[in-house]
């Protein structure tokens, strides 16, 4: 009768009845066989997973949660299945499993093809290592990179100084000073503080950085957001994200158009000039490079390359302004070594133990990326004899293993003096230090980071005595989103030039 009223022949109704058992059998098939084989953890909901359960300190959440589930354990969230590692030992061996270096199969902004940082396979290997080869001529872990980064710390130095200890918003500021580092990888040039396209570029990043979360709906529930355009139109958050990743890649493709006339008769001075040339020489290959990736790679530089350590300076005048006298034994290590005239160099690293020691401390307890950038595992694998089959996510939570209680004597305490040797003349570097993750996906920017981090650090606190504004309460309020940042952007003021 039902047939009938829609006038469909039984035969096909069978048939599609047929068809829907054996899809719902194997469906059925797959999730038990999956179930059997993943490590334990909490359930959720239908369809949902345990996506609904998950709370904005998600790091915190994770390590909880491996309290009662074991080091590594699993659960559903959304259509995917989720397995994070939380010891130090089962994140070792994982970041050695060549099965685990793929992402998962969206990108994290909806509708754009996919950048290095996003790409898995073949065709990640070959975009990360022409662009470390091109990074490394231009440049990168070389005397001249380090050069320009001085000479972009003495304008940021000037400008402070010009500001006579009124307050200053610091990560503003700073975020412009080091995104011309990464400029000057990428394009070739700095821009000035009041450039409009260098602040332009900046806010875009902001505003993509901001509106992009860790826990996604669009990653994790992607055959829901199957239809990205319509997605991207319902969720304000995805349209922001989407508008200001376009419009910085806009001003990505204006530079690249300036790259383009000029190169005839060109060097190959930065990330751009080294890309176009690879593209010129692959142009008959079927390897993927071109406009598009070189659009999304760049902006990907730019953003992991300055929002990262941006934060970690305001984290590190965090600790300047929460223990002054940390503040005070890393200007007697100046005074010791480089004195008060002189810019620092990188090398000045080896006689400041204690500086490097604030350094890595301030890595340990700032843990930006606290559950790394979200894996893929590309074959059935298995990490600690737990079974992690293909297509599962994996999370690397290194919040976990830098609050591990059994790895460092009061983890929730900032104490730099750990990585000191006993009479404090050795900095030791721990190997359970791991804020650029570790492996052949490990952050490409670490030295260039831990530069960075060294010269401003040690030109701030020779030129400043860094406090909090008068009236504010120190506040260690954290934003977590994809990265954990200081809530209320340290606000600094009182930077007295010093009397030497
Ligand atoms: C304090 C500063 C920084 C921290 C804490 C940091 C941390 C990280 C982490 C944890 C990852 C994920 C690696 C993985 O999947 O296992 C990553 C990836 C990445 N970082 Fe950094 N990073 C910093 C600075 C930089 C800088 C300065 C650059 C620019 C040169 C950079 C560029 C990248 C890129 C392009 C990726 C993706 C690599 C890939 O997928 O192959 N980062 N970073």
Redesign the pocket.
């Known amino acids: 009768m039902f047939l009938d009223h829609f006038n469909v022949s039984p035969n096909l109704f069978n048939i599609f009845c047929g068809c829907l058992t054996v899809c719902l059998i194997k469906y059925l098939f797959n999730f038990i066989n999956r179930f059997r084989k993943l490590p334990s953890g909490p359930w959720g909901l239908p369809i949902l997973g345990y996506l609904p359960f998950i709370k904005k300190d998600a790091y915190i959440q994770m390590t909880e949660l491996a309290k009662k589930y074991g080091p590594v354990f699993s659960f559903k969230c959304g259509q995917c299945d989720v397995v994070v590692i939380n010891e130090v030992k089962a994140i070792e061996e994982a970041l050695k499993n060549d099965h685990l270096l793929a992402r998962p199969k969206t990108t994290f902004i909806p509708g754009r093809n996919p950048s290095?940082?996003e790409m898995s396979g073949e065709t990640?290997k070959q975009q990360?290592r022409v662009a470390l080869t091109i990074l490394r001529n231009v440049g990168l872990g070389k005397s001249t990179l380090e050069t320009k980064i001085k000479e972009e710390i003495g304008h940021f130095i000037d400008v402070l100084k010009s500001t006579h200890g009124k307050e200053v918003s610091f990560k503003e500021l700073s975020g412009l000073s080091v995104a011309n580092n990464?400029s000057i990888l990428m394009f070739g040039h700095r821009f000035e503080y009041d450039d409009p396209i260098g602040n332009e570029m900046r806010r875009n990043m902001q505003k993509v950085s901001d509106n992009i979360e860790y826990f996604t709906k669009f990653v994790f529930m992607p055959a829901i957001f199957f239809f990205v355009s319509l997605a991207a139109k319902f969720s304000p958050e995805l349209r922001n994200a989407n508008s200001s990743q376009k419009e910085l890649e806009e001003k990505i493709t204006e530079e690249v158009t300036k790259h383009r006339e000029k190169k005839a008769t060109h060097e190959i001075e930065d990330y751009i000039d080294g890309y176009l040339q690879e593209m010129d020489k692959l142009k008959d290959s079927n390897l993927s490079f071109d406009m598009n990736t070189l659009r999304r790679n760049t902006a990907?530089?730019y953003a992991?390359?300055s929002d990262?350590?941006t934060n970690?300076l305001s984290f590190m005048m965090l600790y300047l302004i929460t223990y002054p006298e940390y503040q005070q034994k890393i200007r007697d290590e100046i005074k010791e070594t480089i004195g008060f005239e002189r810019q620092p160099d990188y090398a000045d690293r080896t006689s400041m133990p204690f500086t490097m020691a604030f350094i890595y401390e301030s890595?340990r307890m700032s843990s930006?990326?606290p559950l790394?950038?979200l894996?893929r595992a590309s074959q059935d694998t298995k990490v600690m004899n737990h079974s992690i089959p293909k297509d599962t996510l994996v999370i690397?939570n290194f919040w976990a293993v830098h609050r591990d209680p059994n790895l460092w004597n009061d983890p929730h305490s900032f104490k730099p003096e750990r990585f000191l040797s006993d009479d404090g003349t050795q900095v030791i570097k721990s190997p359970y230090l791991m804020?650029?993750?570790g492996g052949k996906?490990?952050?490409?920017?670490?030295t260039?980071?831990l530069i960075e981090?060294f010269l401003y650090l040690v030109s701030i606190v020779q030129n400043f005595i860094v406090s909090p504004p008068e009236g504010h309460k120190i506040s260690d309020e954290i934003n977590y989103i994809f990265i954990r940042m200081v809530k209320n952007p340290v606000k600094l003021t009182n930077f007295h030039t010093l009397k030497h």
């Open positions: 290095l940082a990640w990360r990464i990907d530089f992991a390359g990262t350590t970690t890595l930006l990326v790394n950038i894996r690397f804020p650029f993750s996906r490990i952050c490409p920017g670490a260039l980071a981090l």
